[in-house]
């Protein structure tokens, strides 16, 4: 009988991951073929998008967010974020089915979205199927590398599926990525890890 490791009692996966729109900066290196204007300049603030208002009642936990999402996505703006979003919306709501939909639809609209790939590693997740849970974990791993959080998810699913050696790794990664504090939540469950490890290469040595 294989050796059951024992996770810290306040061990927890980390959970949905929203997607936020960046705004756009000046690029340094373009040329301003125009000089800058000296007159006083009115300043016309644009309409939001509809993902934009979606994302603003969605951060403020507006129940109308998901209308929204779904009119972005009917004027095809942000589609992938917006079903990304909305799959948490769904998620949250308890419409797994739906959760399942909306990220998978996401990824048919771009299959490099990095959120959409972490969430739907998180539904596989608490279905209880660590094995795809791991391959959206690590695919948002590769998008996304400096995501600390995948990487504290990816190290537990890496040690239910009995990976210890690349759960040591990748949680030792996801510790120089986080903060002092952070770091040190996450010692007890590497310091078992490595007991784990350790127990079963000693097995090993001596069969």
Known sequence: MGQILKFPVQTAKFGYKRVR???K????NQLRLFPEPTGQIL???PALSWFEQALMLDEREDLHAAELYRKAIAEQ???ADAYCNLGIIE???GNVTRAFDCFT??????PRHSEAHFNLGNLYFDANDPRLAQIHFEIAAEMDPSFANVYFNLALVQA???DLAAAVKTLTRYQELVSEADRRNADELLQNLRRSL?????RLGAS
């Not at 900066?25 to 340094?28: C, L, Q, V």
């Not at 350790?198 to 000693?202: D, F, H, L, Q």
Request: contains cysteine; positive net charge.
């Open 21 to 23: 729109k960046s705004a």
């Open 25 to 28: 900066a000046d690029n340094p």
């Open 43 to 45: 300043n016309f603030t």
């Open 77 to 79: 703006d942000c589609v």
């Open 91 to 93: 998620s949250r709501n």
């Open 105 to 110: 639809t996401s990824l048919k609209h771009n």
């Open 160 to 162: 239910i599926n009995d």
């Open 198 to 202: 350790a127990a079963r290469n000693s």
